[in-house]
């Protein structure tokens, strides 16, 4: 019995050796012009100032962007392998569980449209205002899956079944508005399309989670490690999608009181929908998630080196994001502490500062990063935490 006992707890030592939990977990929003008092009113509430509005009309261009993103990943390497013949190439692979659940909504819009919807029409009265290429983008999804990895090169390939919660697509081609200062007399024109899911449980998918890591010598000889990372890379099916269309023009000079009392609002509002050819159709559909890829250059902590540069770039399967790049330098303040401080540009906004810190315990490393560590058009806040057990 005590044998059997000893050789229990060997076996379960055994088990539990050479596993990890990986938790990934972020929220950033930012914008190209839009300060932050004024977003930040819609997601916690309160009044926008004027003078906000007045300041980020000033910062805005032609063509827009403001994005949000929120995730939480999870990952855990066990030490179960692949193959236990040491000569099949599985023996140097493990088994790998992940889940995670994502955030994404993005907005391209003009200077016009930002005027108008803050505003008002008053101010443009006897102006034509441009409201073309709007776009709207917001998925949220969750996902689970597994997969395989590799201890000695931190490689790893998962597959994930992928549900969608929530969906929209939206966009305006053409479109344009004119308020006439005599009369009163609007001139709406309108072109664009819109999909909406019509029942989110029934929208599944199946998405690609692949991190590669892999090395290159520079002219000193020294080898760099990088990384390439592909995350969300998938499709999804939805069984019921409500599809919009507009393709029309609308002249709207008020209407009378006895009109009012003689039409109803659903009259009303099915003549406006009538005149801008609004379309609406049910049917299945595929969507692309908001697939990101990232190539970096990887920092080594046993490296002797107290200063070490840091770059990468970061791309995203939507219109509505534009690629980022990043670059940097890190210092080594101790063994266990390592912190960097560099520039960002692109994504959801224009040039900003980031910096990050990382600690090193015995059996486990945390990581905390801001990409907008300035405040001015947003925030950001990236955490990773691993631990060996």
């Known amino acids: 019995m005590r044998n059997l006992l000893f050789l229990l707890l060997v076996g379960l030592q055994s088990v539990y050796a050479q596993q990890t939990l990986l938790l990934d977990t972020y929220g950033t929003y930012n914008s190209t012009g839009v300060r932050r008092q004024v977003t930040d009113a819609f997601f916690y509430g309160g009044l926008i100032d004027s003078s906000q509005i007045n300041r980020s009309l000033a910062n805005l261009n032609q063509r827009n962007t403001f994005g949000l993103q929120m995730g939480l990943n999870a990952q855990w390497q066990t030490p179960w392998q692949v193959s236990k013949d040491s000569k099949k190439w599985g023996s140097s692979y493990r088994w790998v569980l992940g889940a995670g659940i994502h955030q994404y909504a993005g907005l391209q819009f003009s200077k016009d449209l930002f005027g108008l919807v803050f505003r008002g029409g008053l101010p443009y009265a006897g102006d034509t205002l441009d409201l073309s290429n709007l776009r709207a983008e917001a998925t949220i999804f969750s996902k689970i899956g597994f997969g395989i990895y590799n201890p000695d090169t931190k490689s790893s390939f998962l597959l994930h079944v992928v549900s969608v919660q929530q969906h929209l697509g939206a966009s305006i081609q053409k479109g344009t508005w004119l308020q006439d200062p005599s009369t009163a007399q609007i001139d709406l024109a309108l072109n664009g399309q819109a999909a909406l899911l019509a029942s989110a449980a029934n929208t599944y998918g199946v998405a690609l989670d692949i991190d590669y890591r892999f090395g290159a010598s520079d002219s000193s000889d020294n080898q760099q490690q990088f990384q390439l990372l592909i995350q969300n890379l998938g499709v999804a099916r939805s069984a019921q999608t409500t599809a919009y269309s507009l393709d029309g023009a609308l002249a709207y000079a008020g209407y009378s009181l006895a009109a009012w009392q003689q039409t109803s609002l659903d009259e009303l509002t099915s003549s406006f929908l009538d005149s801008l050819g609004y379309q609406k159709s049910v049917g299945p559909s595929w969507m692309l998630l908001p697939a990101q890829i990232r190539l970096s250059k990887t920092l080594d902590w046993d490296s002797p080196q107290r200063l070490e540069a840091y770059y990468g770039a970061q791309f995203m399967l939507r219109?509505?994001?534009?690629?980022?790049?990043?670059?940097?330098?890190?210092?080594?303040?101790?063994?266990?502490?390592?912190?960097?401080?560099?520039?960002?540009y692109g994504g959801f906004?224009?040039?900003?500062?980031?910096?990050?810190?990382?600690?090193?315990?015995?059996?486990?490393?945390?990581?905390?990063?801001?990409?907008?560590i300035a405040l001015q058009n947003g925030a950001s806040l990236y955490l990773q935490f691993r631990c060996d057990f």
């Open 319 to 344: 219109q509505t994001y534009t690629p980022l790049i990043y670059a940097g330098a890190q210092f080594k303040v101790k063994k266990a502490w390592h912190t960097g401080l560099g520039m960002a």
């Open 349 to 372: 906004g224009g040039l900003r500062l980031q910096a990050y810190s990382a600690f090193r315990f015995k059996r486990s490393e945390l990581l905390l990063r801001s990409d907008n």
